[in-house]
Structures are given as C-alpha cells and as structure tokens.
C-alpha cells in the first residue's frame, strides 16, 4: 500500500519534470522567420560567440575588433549602416554641477579633446592611450577606432529618433507631461542644452570663473573606447588648462559596468559628471526621472553586428532561425538589431 | 475546531497588520513603494497580458524558473539521496567522501557561476547548462546532509532484528534503513528545492536567456520606471516557493504515515 503511494508521487513528480521539459523544447523550436535574441554581457558575448553558444552579437567597440582579432568573428553590418549616424554616448551633468562656468569648463576640455583625438598628427599617441585605456593590443584599438565617429556635438536628432524608437516599442513608462514638460519639445531643450558647448568653443576661459567650492566627480564606462575623451583630456592636460584640476577640483570615481549603472549613482548622488551612452541616459531619465542634462556629445556610430566565424552565416538574411546576443532591452545595440530585423522583415523573439 | 478558528483568525489578523503596514508604509513615507492594492493589479495584468517588453506573461516566466529547477534538483536527488544514505550506513566511506563534499559545502551556489562558465564550454561547448547546475549545486547539500542524518539516526535495534533474521545489507537499506531514513530525506528535498529557488533567482540574473523571473525581476530594474512589476515578480516568486514547500510537507505527511 505505502508502496504503491510511494511510486504514484514518484510517476506524478517525474511527469511533471517531463512536461516542464517538453513545453522548454516546444517554445525553443524556432520558426524559420524569427532571431533568436539572448541577453549577455559584452565579455561573455565574446565567450559564447567563442563557444558556437550565440551565432552573433551586437556590441560596441572593442568588442567587436576583438573578437575579429581573435579569429572567432567577423563584422557582418556596422553599425551606421543598420542605422545611419545613430547616437551613441554622451557627456552629462548631474543638478549638482548648477555652475555655468563649471559646465562650459567640462565642454570645454572635452571639446579640446575630440579635437586632439580627431588630429591625425595625434595619430601614434592616440593608439597609445586607447591601447593603454581598453586594455586591448594595438591592431585591436586600431580596427575599433575606424568604427567610431568622435563628435563633441550632442545628436539631439538621433537621440530623438532612439526616442521615438523607445515609445514604439513600449519601453517607456513616463511621458514627458508625467515628468513636467508639456511637449516633447519641451522635454528635449531641458534634457540637452547645448548651452555649454557654445560658451566653450567662446575664446574666454571659464578657469578664473569657476568657484572656489567646484568639486566635480566625474566617472565613465571601464575600458569603452567610445570614452576615450576623457582619457586623453586626463592624460594631455587639457582639464588643467580648464581650471579643473584631477585629484583636487575634478574627482575621478571608479568606472562603472555600463550606463545603467551610472545612471544609478546619478540618482544616488555620488557623482557629478560622467561619460555613458545616450541610451541609459536617456530611458533612465525618463523612466526613473534621475535629473540629468546632456551637455556635449562623445561619440556618434561605434558598434557593430558581429557573427561567429564557423556560423556560416554571409548575409543578414541568414540570421533567420539563430541566437544573436544584445547587451539588454532599449540599449542602442538592442535597437540596432530591432531595427535591422523589421527592415529584413524577421521576428525578433527573446530567448527562453 | 475552536483552536482551528483562533488560529486563522490570527492569521488573517497577521495578514491586514502585513497589507495595512506595507500600504501605509507606501502611502505616508515611501512614494516609490507601490501600494499593495497597486501591486495586486498589476499582478493581475501581468499574468493576464503579460509584459510587453519581455514579450511574456508571468507565469511563463515562472514556468521557466521552475523547470530550471526542477532538473536541477531532481538531479541532486539522485545523486545526494544515494550518497547520503551510503556515507550515513558505512563509516569508510563516510570518512573517505567527507574531505571532497566538506569542502565543497560552504561555497555558495552563485560563486561557482565564472567556473562552472569555464567548465562547461571546456567540456560541453556550450553554457547552456550552467543555471540548471547552479541549482544543482544548491540543492545538492541539503539533501545529502538531510539524508545522512536520516542514514545515521536509524535504530541500531530495528538493524540487530534484520540481521538476526539474516538480512543481505541490501535488504536492510531497502526494509529498514530507507523506511526510517525518509522523513529526513523529505526534509532535505524541501529544504533542497527552497535553497534551488533562491539559486535560480540568482543565476538568471547573471544573463544568457532572456526569461525566467529572477531575469524578469531584474530586467524591470534596469529598464526602469516599474516598481509594481518588479513587486509582482518577487510576489510570484514568494507564491511558488511557499507552494513548493507545502506541496512537500504535504507530501512528507502523506508518505510518511506512520511518523
């Protein structure tokens, strides 16, 4: 008798497992006209795309240049090809930084600095600090910086088009009237002011204007290429020549993961300044309403679609039926996908 | 039968002192807490409509999560109960097996996440497997410790009696030993399958599919601007695993009736 209780739990127990199993296998047969999309961070894309785990990624430099270098990727679309001069990541102040001079002396030093680096007398030094800044060998650095359009202009249109790409697909929780703009419009001027780009490129130094209680602490992403500026204004003194002066005015904090990250510490107060893509900056301002404005662009393009060698995979097209990895829902690169795939006319189905 | 009303009178007391303090909590100084009635609704529509960003309803979700697991443990159990039952009936191999799984024990579940990566790609080529192994590893040591005790509590009287009447060493594990062994071992798969839960929460945030409801959790922090989706999907998995472990204390009561 107990036997027999004994075996029904175990039949019934074991039939559960199996139909949970099952019911995995049906939702991960694909349909021939669908992309299978995974969520991973940028090192393990590099590692599964290694392993045949994903047959693509789409990601940001150097990611892509080092997976090609490591022979196990190749670059099958940029990504201004996906999306012609798509925003990427740009300079922003937290209300903490109230200071106009304060403002115009952070775009200033970062205006300098996208002139250094777009200097093609820089050239050598250049490979330099983006080796010494990535971590990465210099052929990598090299093939990653021919991506990347460095521009101290903020992309106010592209950003409004990541917008409205936000809005359709309905990762937006807040409209700008629930934040306390009227329009749009409205909601836009006050996101990006442009304000401190045009003081700087001013012939006058904000240096002797800035107050004595100025203490900027300013962050970025670790080793993203994309925020090289910083780097480079660091390493040539150009935030010297501003009036800030790193270690005492001007306070580096640890870099953060990614830009949702830095939008958290945004929110938390702990810094007053930093480098992050549009994208966090954006969704997070708008969703968690963490006050931020963008004052100076940093970069526009700099990503890429890149599939694994042994994929097989030649054209977009053939991305039908595969796993293609994006660093997480309303990250530019997800839109980059998004947009590629509605254009070849696939589903994109997130993973089970 | 009047206990029985005192006692779910009281805990429906329990339960508006909870809801009243968590609503007030909300209402008077923490805006940013959905009130209960808030995360109610948005439980409903979860369930209901689902999620449009992630594409899924909640308990797709969850039935992700919970197959995880399932394979995971199941697979603890057959190996831990064995175990646990062979070092519990033999000291050699008590002593021989206790460096390798003593070692092992205190290393969290989430800490063999970069390893098991490693591993799995070196053997597998793929990391596919790594979650249901996470899950694997944390229900593993319950079960095994749970069993033990169970292995070694038995009646060293009830042994004599089998053996007087000349039964094999197999015939006592399977009459005696398992028999008086089982109520442990059903604490240790309810103890098992609660440590599972906690470790697959914790392994799907780290990435890879984009479902089960630690990934979902997560993913409504990082896009944020959704605190009663992400108060829904703990409330999701707070039921499941409240319904996990009653399911088993059901169980145990019902198998174990002599106990």
């Known amino acids: 008798m107990m036997r027999a209780r004994h075996l029904t739990m175990l039949a019934a127990a074991a039939a559960l497992a199996l139909a949970v199993a099952l019911a995995g296998c049906a939702r991960s047969t694909q349909s021939s006209t669908s992309v299978e999309v995974a969520v991973l961070t940028a090192p393990d894309m590099l590692k599964q795309l290694e392993s045949g785990d994903i047959d693509g990624f789409v990601a940001w430099e150097p990611f892509p240049a080092t997976a090609v270098s490591g022979g196990y990727g190749t670059v099958l679309e940029l990504s201004g090809e996906i999306w012609p001069d798509h925003p990427c990541c740009v300079l922003a102040v937290a209300p903490s930084v109230e200071s106009t001079a304060v403002q115009a002396a952070l775009a200033d030093a970062h205006i300098r600095a996208t002139t250094w680096i777009n200097d093609p007398a820089n050239r050598a030094k250049l490979l330099d600090y983006a080796a010494e800044f990535t971590g990465k060998p210099q052929e990598v650095v090299e093939a990653a910086l021919k991506d990347i359009r460095y521009d101290d202009a903020p992309n106010v249109q592209g950003l409004k088009d990541y917008y409205a790409q936000l809005k359709q697909y309905q990762l937006l929780k807040k409209t700008p009237q629930e934040l306390g703009f009227d329009t749009e419009e409205a909601f836009f001027d006050a996101f990006i002011d442009e304000a401190p780009t045009e003081l700087a490129k001013k012939p006058v130094l904000y240096a002797s204007q800035l107050p004595a209680t100025t203490k900027v602490r300013i962050t970025y992403i670790a080793g993203d290429i994309h925020h090289l500026a910083y780097f480079v204004a660091k390493k040539e003194g150009l935030y010297d020549k501003v009036g800030l002066a790193p270690g005492k005015n001007l306070i580096e904090v640890a870099p953060f993961p990614n830009g949702a990250a830095i939008m958290e510490a945004f929110k938390n107060g702990q810094i007053d300044a930093a480098y992050l893509g549009g994208a966090p900056a954006t969704l997070k301002r708008i969703n968690d309403d963490t006050k931020i404005t963008v004052i100076a662009g940093v970069n526009d393009l700099g990503s890429a679609l890149v599939v694994g060698a042994k994929s097989g995979i030649a054209a977009p097209e053939q991305l039908a039926g595969r796993t293609v990895a994006v660093p997480g829902p309303g990250t530019v690169q997800d839109v980059l996908l998004r947009r590629l795939l509605a254009d070849l006319g696939l589903n994109y189905q997130l993973k089970q | ?259």
């Not at chain 2, 007030?24 to 009130?35: F, G, Q």
């Not at chain 2, 799984?101 to 070196?122: C, G, H, N, V, Y």
């Not at chain 2, 030993?177 to 440590?195: F, Q």
């Not at chain 2, 993913?219 to 472990?245: E, F, S, W």
Request: glycine content about 12%.
């Open chain 2, 1 to 259: 039968m009047r206990r029985w009303v005192g006692d779910a009178a009281l805990r429906l007391a329990g339960l508006a002192v909870f809801v009243g303090a968590w609503h007030a909590l909300a209402v008077t100084w923490i805006p940013e807490l959905p009130t209960p009635a808030l995360a109610a609704a948005e439980f409903w529509a979860l369930s209901i409509r689902g999620e449009p960003i992630l594409g899924r309803t909640l308990w797709e979700h969850a039935l992700a999560s919970v197959g995880r697991v399932l394979i995971g443990a199941g697979a603890a159990a057959v190996v831990a109960i064995p175990l646990g039952l062979a070092r519990g009936r033999s000291g050699v191999f008590d002593e021989l097996s206790m460096a390798g799984t003593e070692m092992l024990r205190p290393i969290p579940p989430i800490a063999w996440i970069p390893l098991a990566s490693i591993l799995f790609i070196a053997l597998t080529g793929t990391v596919a497997p790594v979650k249901v192994f996470i899950v694997f590893i944390g229900a593993f040591f319950p079960m095994l410790l749970n069993t033990l005790h169970g292995a070694r509590a038995v009646d060293p009287l009830h042994v004599e009696v089998a053996r007087t009447y000349r039964a094999t060493r197999w015939q006592i594990m399977r009459t005696v030993v398992v028999p008086s062994a089982l109520p442990y071992v059903i604490t240790g798969v309810r103890v098992g399958l609660g440590v599972a839960w906690m470790s697959i929460m914790a392994a799907e945030m780290i990435g890879g599919s984009a479902s089960g409801l630690g990934y979902f959790v997560l993913a409504m922090y990082t896009i944020g601007g959704d605190t009663p989706a992400i108060v829904a999907g703990m409330a999701a998995i707070g039921l499941i695993g409240l319904g996990m472990n009653e399911l088993l204390v059901l169980a145990g009561r019902r198998v174990v009736r002599w106990d």
